[in-house]
């Protein structure tokens, strides 16, 4: 078994804060269809950039999807700051595709967190049952 990397939706990393809501509702409502390949948007993000990246990837992803930085590192040293504990945390599985529950919320129920996005301040929020 394996994987063709071509396969992928490449390229799709989150959207600034003044086009979140409509890139939410367009763009990204429709990657739960693809095979996705979703790029942290820095190659060495703030703890704060690092959790939109993840809430967003979080919201949108589909069955296949990968988070991560690209062809980087394939051919050189690791250059990208420390992991995150949270690459580590276990969400669960998708109870249902992402929603907007109110005017720039969305949010995403897995069987183990709650995924939400705040587009409004540009705050994402991940909560453990």
């Not at 420390?82 to 992402?98: A, C, F, H, T, V």
């Amino acid at each position: 078994n394996g994987f063709e990397w071509h396969l992928f939706d490449f390229g799709v990393k989150s959207p600034s804060q003044s086009s979140c809501t409509s890139w939410l509702k367009g763009t990204g409502a429709g990657l739960s269809k693809v095979a996705l390949q979703y790029s942290f948007a820095t190659d060495s993000p703030t703890e704060t950039e690092f959790m939109i990246d993840l809430a967003i990837f979080l919201l949108v992803r589909g069955d296949y999807a990968w988070l991560g930085y690209f062809w980087n590192g394939c051919h050189s040293g690791w250059v990208y700051g420390d992991w995150n504990e949270m690459l580590d945390k276990d969400y669960g599985k998708p109870l249902e595709s992402m929603s907007e529950i109110s005017n720039g919320v969305f949010q995403r129920k897995w069987s183990k967190a709650t995924i939400e996005m705040n587009c409004n301040t540009y705050k994402p929020s991940i909560t453990f049952d």
